[in-house]
């Protein structure tokens, strides 16, 4: 039987640094209801297993967080056959406990953001997904225990609050998402969990920390050094990583496949769709037929 294809998306520090990793790559280019992708899809092979990856950001870091085609990226990949996404991004550390460079596999998210077209289904009707738990769990545990074998700090979870940007927070803001219960700080995990979970997508996040946020005040340190000290970070973080996902990617053992068919985010339109059948329009129903399948 032949093996579903796993998205993997990568965003600031891992979306060209896992490019350069993919072998046999193929190029897909998707077009969608809602526009182009960020990038072209690349398909091939990474850590045994067949993937399709897309740079969140595009090539060059082209698009803002705000600019991000979200919609159009998870469209694209349900549409080649994409079951199962990992995520990957960069944010800052509102905790003293979670240090620049480690990990997190992020178990609930805070919306902030304003600007961004957060769902596929307007002009469709009313559809309500749940959200309570923004991630697929069982995805999530799988790259947990995967963790356990790399070496690196991963922290099993964390609460990601997603702001609009494109600028950094205040210490204010800082200080007020700390007393949140935030755990991390960044631009880009919404909608994208949301429009995930609307297309019946197993959804998990890996957060990559570059730094900490401005909660913990103005560091004595030049601007160019501060900022070598963050690349460097981010550059660190991508390759421990890369190292996770690899691992996530060649585990296979009974009842822990990445791919399941069974998982409850594969049925998350089930009872979500509260419009009507009668008053569907047959083009808009089929415009949005991957989304069911």
């Known amino acids: 039987m032949t093996k579903e294809l796993v998205g993997i998306i990568g965003g600031s520090g891992l979306g060209d640094a896992l490019a350069e990793q993919i072998k046999d790559v193929q190029i897909k280019k998707i077009s969608t209801p809602f526009g182009k992708p960020s990038n072209d899809i690349m398909v091939g092979t990474f850590g045994k297993r067949k993937i399709a990856f897309i740079n969140r950001h595009g090539r060059g870091h082209k698009f803002g967080p705000s600019e991000v085609p979200f919609a159009a990226n998870i469209f694209a990949l349900k549409k080649i056959g994409v079951r199962t996404i ?3 991004c960069a944010v800052g550390s509102l905790r003293e406990e979670i240090k620049p460079a480690e990990l997190v596999v992020v178990d609930q998210i805070i919306d902030k953001t304003y600007k961004r077209q957060n769902s596929f289904f307007a002009g469709f009707g009313a559809v ?4 309570s738990e923004p991630v697929c769990g069982r995805l999530s545990g799988l790259i947990v225990k995967a963790g356990r074998n790399i070496g690196v700090k991963v922290h099993p979870k964390g609460t ?3 702001m609009e ?5 205040t210490r204010a803001e800082s200080l007020m998402h700390k007393g949140w219960g935030g755990d991390l700080i960044g631009m880009t995990a919404m909608p994208e969990a949301k429009l995930a ?3 019946q997508i197993c959804y998990a996040l890996i957060a990559l920390v570059s730094d900490f946020d401005c909660w913990r005040g103005k560091r004595a340190m030049d601007k160019q050094t501060l900022l070598r000290e963050i690349i460097g970070n981010l550059n660190t973080a991508s390759q421990n990583c890369m190292e996770l996902v690899r691992h996530v990617l060649v585990r296979h053992r009974r009842n822990e496949e990445i791919a399941d068919s069974g998982c409850g985010c594969r049925k998350s339109l089930q009872l979500a769709v509260w419009i009507k059948e009668e008053q569907i329009k047959k083009a808009v129903k089929k415009r949005l037929g991957v989304l069911f399948e």
């Open 128 to 131: 309500h997904c749940e959200m």
């Open 160 to 162: 990601y609050v997603c």
């Open 197 to 199: 979970r609307e297309a």
């Open 86 to 88: 990992i995520s990957t």
């Open 165 to 169: 940007g494109p600028q950094f927070s």
